[in-house]
Each structure stands twice: as C-alpha cells, then as structure tokens.
C-alpha cells in the first residue's frame, strides 16, 4: 500500500508564493492518481487538485484554477503543489493524498493520506 508525507508548508504573505512537497511510497506508485485537498478550521476537507499515475492529466478546484499547479516526478516518487497568488482563504493545512480511483474530486475516494501540512496566508 502507498504511504504519503507532505512537506514545504508555512506562513506567507496575500498575493505570495509556496510550494509543497509530496513523496509517496509503496508498490508501483505510477499506479495511483495523486490528489492535493485542503480543510480549514471549522470547515470540511475539500478538493483542490489532482494528477494521474502518468503525470499527463490534472484537474483543479475552480478556487484554485489558474493560481495553484501539480506536478509529479514518478522516478522520484514526488508530487509537487505550486502555489502562487495565495489569498488569505486559501489559509488551511493541506493534504497529499493517493487513490486508485479514475476521477478522484472528493475525500472519500482517497484510501491513502499523508499528516498534512499548516499553510498560512496573513492579509
């Protein structure tokens, strides 16, 4: 089975950058879609974005269209999260998570999590 652990989190400034850091561990990691999902104080775990086994397909939260990337390197086992633009709203700790689904857009299909990681954006 996979196993997950997120870096590069911290406190940023509106308008700044950040990237986290993902690495996933276990069979044939090519084999599961990556998925990046956030829960703020109060609030449920929510989608943000996700790439498939083969690095070719990704697809976005639209709150985050256009602001945050996720990119993989397979021989490295590591998912990466750009974030730029950041608004305080994007404020939560922020989970790499992996899955066998085809279309993984929510929590519950999501069978492997990493610890998660506290980004802050101060207005």
């Known amino acids: 089975q996979a196993q997950v652990k997120e870096s590069g989190g911290g406190l940023v400034q509106a308008g700044g950058s950040l990237r986290l850091s993902c690495t996933a561990s276990?069979?044939?990691?090519?084999?599961?879609?990556m998925g990046w999902l956030r829960q703020a104080p109060g609030k449920e775990r929510e989608f943000v974005g996700y790439i498939t086994g083969s690095g070719r397909s990704t697809d976005y939260a639209y709150s985050v269209k256009g602001r945050f990337t996720i990119s993989r390197d397979n021989a490295k086992n590591t998912v990466s999260l750009q974030m730029n633009s950041l608004k305080p709203e994007d404020t939560a700790v922020y989970y790499c998570?992996?899955?066998?689904?085809?279309?993984?857009?929510?929590?519950?299909?999501?069978?492997?999590w990493g610890q998660g990681t506290q980004v802050t954006v101060s207005s």
């Open positions: 998570a992996a899955t066998s689904s085809g279309s993984p857009h929510n929590a519950k299909d999501y069978g492997y």
């Open positions: 276990g069979p044939t990691s090519e084999s599961y879609a």
